[in-house]
């Protein structure tokens, strides 16, 4: 499947809730994210905080072809060029550089990263990022903060991580510059570790109604 920045974007407008997931075994992550697709949510963030986290993102990209699968945690620029290496559609970082802003420019990879305020967000724009990350989203104001950047820069889209629950979505996404909401609360480690994939896709259910209401 062959990715873009607007095609990753539509995705995103129309599902409204990105899964996060947090694994280092493969088997799991591939049936977690088969899970979470079978229930609505066909987009997922494998992050890179595991140790075998390249290992993951590559097999459930094989494994998953129908699923958009994007690399999260991403901190430098040799870890953008292995995750696009690995087939990734897209990747997402916590924060922002002028290193790996420029890379991300250059890379022609989707990229969204991550902004706590106006600084980072004018260094985003500066290398023509207007779709951002707000993380940690629950500590950096969240909403408020959405809405009070809405104001200098009216043409930014912020995906919120970081302490989202799929109570606050409905809400967070009834503003409109807010894109998308993600998170890991829909694949937690302790229902991946127990595997317990009927649990998984009640919440990857309920999400994806917070996300699409019209849906219920
Ligand atoms: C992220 O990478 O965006 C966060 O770790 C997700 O936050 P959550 O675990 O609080 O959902």
């Not at 494998?46 to 699923?67: D, S």
């Not at 989707?110 to 260094?123: Q, T």
């Not at 991580?161 to 996404?173: C, K, M």
């Amino acid at each position: 499947m062959i990715h873009t920045k607007q095609s990753i974007i539509a995705q995103l407008e129309q599902l409204r809730v990105l899964p996060i997931l947090v694994t280092d075994d493969v088997d799991q992550a591939i049936r977690c994210v088969t899970t979470l697709a079978e229930n609505g949510l066909p987009a997922v963030e494998i992050t890179l905080r595991t140790p075998n986290a390249m290992t993951v993102l590559r097999e459930v990209i094989k494994a998953c072809p129908n699923v958009v699968v994007g690399a999260g945690t991403v901190l430098t620029s040799a870890q953008l060029d292995a995750v696009k290496y690995a087939g990734a559609a897209f990747g997402i970082s916590p924060g922002i550089t002028p290193t790996l802003a420029r890379a991300a420019a250059e890379s022609g990879l989707p990229y969204f990263p991550g902004v706590g305020g106006a600084s980072d967000l004018m260094l985003a724009l500066e290398h023509g990022f207007d779709v951002v990350k707000l993380f940690p989203s629950d500590i950096v104001g969240g909403i408020k903060m959405a809405k009070a950047l809405g104001g200098p820069f009216p043409d930014v889209r912020f995906c919120l991580t970081g302490g989202v629950t799929v109570e606050a979505t409905p809400g967070l996404l009834r503003q409109n510059n807010i894109l998308c909401v993600g998170g890991s609360w829909m694949c937690p480690a302790s229902l991946i570790n127990a595997g317990d994939w009927e649990a998984i896709g009640t919440l990857a259910t309920q999400a994806m109604i917070a996300g699409r209401p019209q849906l219920a």
